[in-house]
């Protein structure tokens, strides 16, 4: 059974760092595309950061750039999502997501994580940006 598994959240102060993991289980995620998206109280989801399988990445949440990045490490089958230079604004649940891809293709990917098209996803993990 396909399942990811997210890790890495918790309570930081404003300007802090935090690195989330993204781990599948039950499959390889060499073949898909992975997605970080967030969800804070009373806001809609929304695309942080998407990767496609081959690795190019794509910055969708303009709040994030310069400060979130992302990777992969297929040999340890997980996604990571490292977090710099936290705001109080970043408080929400974040959640990836993974999607097979066929042929790599980031332009497929940058549409995906536009509007959260990914067929799997985590149970979330919520991180909290507080002094």
């Known amino acids: 059974q396909l399942q990811l598994v997210e890790s890495g959240g918790g309570l930081v102060q404003p300007g802090g760092s935090l690195r989330l993991s993204c781990a599948g289980s039950g499959f390889t995620l060499d073949d898909y595309a992975i997605g970080w998206f967030r969800q804070a109280p009373g806001k809609e989801r929304e695309g942080v950061l998407c990767i496609s399988s081959s690795g190019g990445s794509t910055a969708y949440a303009d709040s994030v750039k310069g400060r979130f990045t992302i990777s992969r490490d297929n040999a340890k089958n997980t996604v990571y999502l490292q977090m710099n230079s936290l705001k109080p604004e970043d408080t929400a649940v974040y959640y990836c997501?993974?999607?097979?891809?066929?042929?790599?293709?980031?332009?497929?990917?940058?549409?995906?994580?536009?509007?959260?098209?990914?067929?799997?996803w985590g149970q979330g993990t919520q991180v909290t940006v507080s002094s």
């Open positions: 997501a993974a999607e097979p891809e066929s042929i790599p293709d980031i332009t497929i990917v940058q549409a995906l994580c536009a509007v959260g098209d990914f067929g799997s």
